[in-house]
């Protein structure tokens, strides 16, 4: 029998298969960490609630900036390499935030997270149907989790955002594809960038991939301008839409963060006002990088000097 070509886009959470783990739930978080004085605050850090103010950077960084940028940049990747390193099963999100928070003011960077906006820890840690935002806590991983640490530091007056999906123990297939695909889909999307193209063409190709793959996008959470802020004014959706038609120029400096679902990208929120959730409780993950666009492309400005980053380092599970 002759294959048929599909003609329809791909069902996605059609919840043909069950959710198979216990749903995640909010454990203790640990009291606020201390940054040392000597410790240079973004100003939203000096602001009650950790509000910042309107986004007033240009979309391109200056050529000092750029140079602090790969610097800072190069430091949020060793940290989160570092922090894969570490990670263990049995092993708390809290403890993943200490060292995290220990080896930013270490460095000499502040942890972005810290008090952005009230968010009360140093490094956001999401696990298995947490799509984003997931508040260090007292849970511990337990062997076929999934796990997103999503480092960002602030040294030299700019902020390195980076964040990867690490398998713990012994993930199931369907794990195993969500975390292989949708870390394909963020260089999907890298692949487009250059001076001149549209930002639409980032999502067009994360969207292409997601579907291709069977898998849903998130679309309450997107990529951004960062730099001197955390979040500037430029939105870098991971779906498609022709009106995203703002052009790419270079120096621009931006993050491609896609999340991906095995069911339905509906978005559910903990009373906790940050911690995002899958509303069928089904998985999803999530990578990132922090980029300048050139004229040839994209230059990724979160990789060690030596041009590593966790995504290609942690590719299996760790235990
Ligand atoms: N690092 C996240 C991002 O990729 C933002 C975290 S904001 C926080 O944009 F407040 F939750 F830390
Ligand atoms: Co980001
Ligand atoms: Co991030």
Redesign the pocket.
């Known amino acids: 029998m002759a294959k048929r070509k599909r003609r329809v886009a791909p069902t996605v959470g059609a919840g043909s298969i069950a959710v198979s783990h216990p749903p995640v739930q909010p454990g203790l978080v640990s009291s606020r960490r201390v940054v040392p004085a000597g410790v240079e605050r973004p100003p939203y850090a000096l602001m009650p609630g950790g509000e910042p103010h309107p986004p007033t950077s240009s979309p391109v960084r200056t050529r000092e900036e750029l140079e602090a940028m790969r610097r800072t940049g190069a430091l949020a990747a060793e940290i989160l390499i570092a922090t894969c390193e570490h990670v263990r099963v049995g092993m708390t999100s809290d403890a993943i935030d200490r060292f995290v928070h220990d080896a930013s003011v270490a460095a000499g960077a502040y942890p972005?997270?810290l008090g952005?906006?009230g968010?009360p820890k140093s490094v956001?840690t999401s696990v298995n149907e947490v799509i984003?935002?997931g508040i260090p806590d007292s849970r511990r991983l337990a062997s076929g989790d999934i796990i997103n640490i999503?480092v960002?530091v602030y040294r030299e007056g700019v902020h390195g955002?980076t964040?990867v999906t690490l398998m713990i123990g012994e993930p199931d297939d369907h794990s195993r594809r969500l975390v292989t695909e949708t870390r394909v889909a963020l260089y999907e999307g890298i692949g487009t960038v250059v001076a001149g193209a549209q930002v639409s063409d980032i999502g067009r190709a994360i969207q292409n991939h997601a579907f291709k793959h069977n898998l849903g996008v998130v679309r309450e959470f997107i990529g951004?301008g960062v730099g001197t802020e955390?979040?500037s004014g430029l939105q870098v959706p991971h779906y498609y839409d022709r009106r995203h038609s703002t052009v790419l120029a270079e120096g621009m400096t931006f993050?491609i963060?896609p999340m991906l679902t095995l069911g339905s990208p509906q978005v559910d929120m903990w009373d906790d006002g940050?911690t995002a959730v899958t509303v069928d409780g089904r998985r999803t993950a999530q990578f990132?990088h922090t980029l300048v666009c050139t004229p040839n492309g994209a230059e990724i400005l979160t990789q060690t000097a030596a041009g590593e980053c966790a995504h290609e380092l942690f590719t299996e599970p760790v235990d």
């Open positions: 972005s997270p952005y906006r968010f956001c984003c935002h999503d960002t955002d964040s951004h955390f979040h993050t963060e940050w990132e």
